[in-house]
């Protein structure tokens, strides 16, 4: 048994084919985080951009949004079919799908990734409420999938092992989070992680996330935020902030789910005049909240977390509403940022119930409780928080309060967002011409 294990060891350090395989997994990792870099510096031109735009012509964006996202919508249907949405769900939809394996290309794709990222800037240019980050999942898995027609990779690495490590890999590039990265691949991605598939997902998060660290330099998302807890108070703050949180995050999910399935009979029917009548409700949202909406919300969720300025209170109602309408338009966009910064937002708010608690530490815990209510991963919540504020001062109260939303929102929402979106895309595809009268099943 010994000699034949060290057999095996010298084959595959001596075998072309191994090395070739490995050499093109590596070029993948490293592409991951280049999209990802550059996705991160497209979206922030072009959210500087559309600001300077609009600055002192209020009445612009009821020009610019409804064509931009008439626009894009129009892309994304003539062009790059399967882009739409946030990406997380396809890439869910794709790792998951076991009877039409072969349509996998419908949902991952070099195609499908570069137009998503292209119609993300374009989306940010136009002023929609959307993030870069789950986009960034969906544009990692598909370069990730396109490995298999450069080198022959194990049945099981292309089943699973290569779409889970482009998610957890572009998860960990985008936000250099590592550690989340993992942790939502787990969580979310697969629901359980075996360990064919571990060493692919930890060699693909460590690669990407150099290479990010390569382009843009170490730095935590939101910068370091300190807090301060006192706990005989805090425990108020967790219980409040998670009922809050959970009540808010699950409605949004819900709002998305359910509405999005409502809207969809008349964007098929209607697809130009329902995306240019959601851009002119997005610019009456933006005029109304004093331009806050526009863009991801990251500058907005940052100053609430360092106590930087104080936030308008209608903020976080306005960027919900702002964000629930851009995702209904089917524009390519992600909700994590700005689900990060409407959470953000609400534990600003709260803060004001709480005098002998600091902001920052409201809005932190308000951050994890919305963001749990929307994904209901309570674990990628709490990792993803602390990585992104560089703080671990505060683990208890976010594990706390993220179990407290996660089990609020459940109530309103029973089927996380991610599974019951990605259940529509494997629907449309055992539905899809050549495949009627099949049905597709989930592992």
């Known amino acids: 048994m010994h000699r034949k294990r060290i057999r095996r060891s010298r084959k595959q350090l001596t075998s072309a084919q191994v090395w070739r395989t490995r050499g093109v997994f590596l070029v993948g990792a490293i592409l991951v985080g280049v999209s990802a870099s550059l996705l991160a510096l497209g979206a922030d031109w072009a959210s500087e951009r559309f600001l300077h735009l609009v600055e002192g012509r209020p009445w612009l964006p009821f020009v610019v949004t409804p064509l931009g996202l008439a626009f894009i919508v129009w892309l994304t249907r003539s062009f790059f079919p399967g882009a739409e949405g946030s990406g997380i769900p396809q890439a869910i939809a794709a790792l998951h799908l076991k009877r039409h394996r072969h349509l996998r290309h419908r949902l991952l794709s070099v195609r499908i990734a570069l137009g998503k990222g292209i119609m993300i800037v374009l989306g940010l240019l136009s002023g929609a409420s959307i993030g870069r980050e ?250 993803i928080v602390m990585e992104m504020t560089d703080n671990q001062n505060i683990l208890l109260p976010l594990m706390a309060v993220a179990l407290i939303a996660d089990g609020v929102s459940k109530l309103i929402s029973p089927q996380p967002i991610y599974r019951a979106l990605a259940e529509d895309f494997i629907r449309d595809l055992s539905v899809a011409p050549g495949n009627r009268g099949k049905r597709s099943s989930q592992e």
């Open 134 to 383: 789950g986009p960034t999942i969906h544009i990692a898995a598909s370069i990730s999938f396109a490995l298999t027609r450069f080198a022959r990779f194990p049945h099981y690495d292309i089943s699973r092992g290569l779409i889970l490590a482009g998610g957890a890999a572009g998860l960990a590039a985008a936000f250099n989070t590592p550690l989340a990265g993992v942790m939502f691949a787990i969580e979310e991605m697969a629901k359980t992680f075996e360990e064919k598939t571990n060493g692919t997902v930890f060699t693909a998060v460590i690669i990407a996330g150099i290479t990010a660290l390569a382009i843009n330099g170490n730095y935590a998302y939101f910068g370091s935020v300190d807090t301060v807890i006192h706990l005989p108070q805090v425990f108020a703050v967790v219980v409040v902030t998670g009922l809050v949180g959970g009540l808010a995050g699950g409605s949004f999910s819900a709002l998305l789910v359910y509405g999005g399935r409502r809207i969809r009979p008349w964007r098929n029917t209607h697809p130009y005049l329902v995306a240019a009548v959601i851009g002119l409700l997005l610019a009456l949202v933006g005029l109304l909240s004093g331009g806050q909406t526009w863009g991801t919300g990251y500058h907005e969720a940052k100053a609430a977390l360092l106590g930087a300025e104080e936030m308008d209170g209608s903020f976080p109602l306005f960027k919900y509403l702002a964000t629930v309408l851009s995702y209904w338009s089917g524009i390519p966009g992600g909700i994590f940022a700005p689900s990060l910064s409407i959470g953000a937002g609400l534990g600003s708010e709260m803060a004001g119930w709480f005098p002998d608690t600091d902001v920052s530490t409201v809005a932190l815990l308000g951050m994890a409780a919305y963001f749990t209510g929307v994904v209901q991963t309570p674990l990628t919540a709490v990792i």
